[in-house]
């Protein structure tokens, strides 16, 4: 594997992260290069998260390609496009570019650090008047009501009824320290959560 770093564009200054492996290429870019390319129209934007995600909050111009349902055959590029690809913070986006990269195609762009880095430098966002709740809130919502219920079955039914605290509050340990959250992609998965993002698919 070569890992390499290089300047491109020398008014701007926008760095370019390039890692090659067996000849395939996947490049890291910042947000604000990603905003040059869009402004420019030479970009195939996809957005790797899940419907809901997407509808609640998206990078203008990106289509949505959640990664739960990925299918490399259905990325089209016209001639002259870069593919660039984002998700929350990085992780699920490196995943969808294996899976291109593994189809043949050997021009992948990630944003680095996902939508996070592009809300941080205060560019664009589009969201659907119509979308439920974030999914953060929807994971606050069903983790804040399990404790609940479990610490009413603990004071008037079973102590072991607090067992399902210690189990929320393991699981959102573990969310924190891996980035990732299995009930936030289990909520995903729900039909009033899957229809709203397919009406900006």
Known sequence: MITLTIQFDHLSLKKITMTQTQGLTTQTIDAPTLKQWLDRQSVLLIDVR?????ATEHIPGAISHPLSKFD????????????????????????AAAHLTAAGLTDVTELHDGISTWKAAAHPIEKSQ?????????????????????????????????LLSGLVGAGLVFAGVTNTCALGMLLAQLPYNRRVGQRWS
């Open 72 to 95: 490399p055959s259905q990325v089209h590029l016209q001639p002259g496009q870069r593919l660039v690809l984002y998700c929350q913070s990085g992780k699920r986006s490196a995943r």
């Open 50 to 54: 899940e419907a809901v995600e997407y």
């Open 130 to 162: 119509n979308a439920p709740i974030s999914l953060f809130r929807q994971v606050q919502i069903v983790a804040g009501t399990l404790v609940v219920l479990s610490t009413i079955l603990g004071v008037t039914v079973s102590p072991w009824g607090l």
